[in-house]
């Protein structure tokens, strides 16, 4: 008897599964330019979904019509079945948290919490009562009574955050939200942010500029340029399986290399370069035919460097000088250069302590360079 799959965590896979949110063809033009190009996007309920992409890409205009800022200029937003293009953003199930934050400089926090729950006319009893709730929940009731200016980065973050979660919206929309804070406060606040937004069950749609961001906090991901949307799934595929160059350059680092394909079986393909002089084995059919010029992806971290090689076949493997290393402690950045003029990149782990101090791989050294057959990516585009 065949078991019914589980998608409760992956509900998009799920063919029967209802979008929370659904983006239906929708476009947005400010005159001449079009700043969203007919665009489809659904989203489940309970998603931490990220819009991610580069400055002028098109997310922010979305998310902006998501809230009812703008209006598309052709296409359809349904939050739970419901068409939004009508509805003023006052009325819409959805609140948003902006990249300033927006805190009221005169208000303490707990004032600063409260106020759409003011404005609403809500009764002070049930005010306190969520308020304090609320403050708790995000880890701030010890600073109730003190204002914006006698706060940190992070908790000026997390004041936004209550306001915007106070009024129990179905969608929070959030701009760059970890933006104004330093490296190490925004990974630390990373966690904090996916770990409430599970407590809470509440659909989180994020727009960030920042890949590491993204890959962290997401269920999926949106990469968009110009206007359209380059790919969307998990982190793990769109790392791991791109779709173009443009988004294996623009998530993480990879080593391009131009080629055609020589060889193409029911479970591997293999395709022959020319600078480097190599030929890539990967271990999986495609739907592709000989001859055709293609680009293999291959990841820094995916590469083995090492002083003497393991094999002359030409395969999977490469011979280089080392140019430059970079030490991040953790790990090593190494840039061979290979062929004529190529660099390639590789990350190493520093899983031992070099001996007097003196580093395994040092600069102006022959190196040998391999990788696994399935470390490749073939690319049409």
């Not at 969608?171 to 937004?197: C, F, H, I, S």
Request: net charge negative; glycine share 8%; hydrophobic share 35%.
């Amino acid at each position: 008897m065949s078991q019914t799959p589980d998608y409760s965590e992956r509900p998009w896979l799920d063919p029967e599964a209802e979008p929370f949110i659904k983006v239906q063809s929708v476009s947005k033009h400010f005159g001449d330019f079009t700043a969203v190009d007919s665009v489809d996007l659904d989203i489940y309920k309970g998603e931490l979904f990220s819009l991610l992409g580069g400055s002028g890409c098109g997310k922010t205009t979305l998310l902006r019509m998501l809230a009812g800022f703008e209006t598309p200029s052709s296409g359809s937003i349904l939050i739970d079945g419901v068409n939004m293009n009508d509805v003023p953003p006052y009325e819409r199930p959805v609140n948003m948290m902006f990249q300033s934050y927006a805190l009221f400089p005169h208000m303490t926090v707990e004032k600063n919490v409260g106020y759409g729950l003011r404005r609403d006319g809500v009764a002070a009893s049930e005010i306190e009562q969520r308020v304090q709730e609320m403050l708790t929940l995000v880890e701030l009731g010890q600073f109730a009574k003190r204002k914006p200016h006698q706060l940190s980065g992070g908790q000026k973050q997390r004041v936004a955050l209550a306001r915007s979660l106070i009024k129990h919206p179905k969608v929070l929309l959030l701009d760059e939200p970890l933006g104004a804070l330093d490296k190490r406060l925004r990974e630390q606040t990373q966690y904090e942010l996916m770990n409430l937004q599970e407590r809470l069950g509440v659909t989180f749609v994020v727009v960030t500029h920042d890949q590491e961001e993204a890959m962290t906090l997401s269920t999926r991901i949106a990469i968009m340029d110009t206007g359209r949307f380059m790919q969307i799934g998990t982190p793990t595929e769109i790392y791991e399986f791109p779709t173009s160059r443009l988004v294996a350059n623009f998530i993480g680092n990879a080593n391009m290399f131009e080629g055609r394909v020589v060889e193409n079986g029911t479970d591997h393909v293999v395709v022959e370069s020319k600078n480097p002089s190599c030929n890539f084995y990967i271990d999986h059919g495609m739907s592709i035919a000989e001859g055709t010029k293609v680009w293999v992806a291959l990841r820094p971290e995916k590469i083995k460097i090492a002083k003497q090689s393991d094999s002359d076949s030409g395969t999977n493997n490469i011979r280089g000088m080392v140019s430059d290393i970079g030490y991040l402690g953790g790990t090593s950045t190494y840039r061979v250069l290979i062929g004529d003029e190529r660099i390639v990149e590789i990350t190493s782990p520093n899983l031992n302590r070099p001996k007097d101090g003196n580093p395994p791989i040092d600069w102006d050294q022959e190196v040998f360079l391999s990788w696994e057959p399935s470390s490749s990516v073939v690319l049409t585009k």
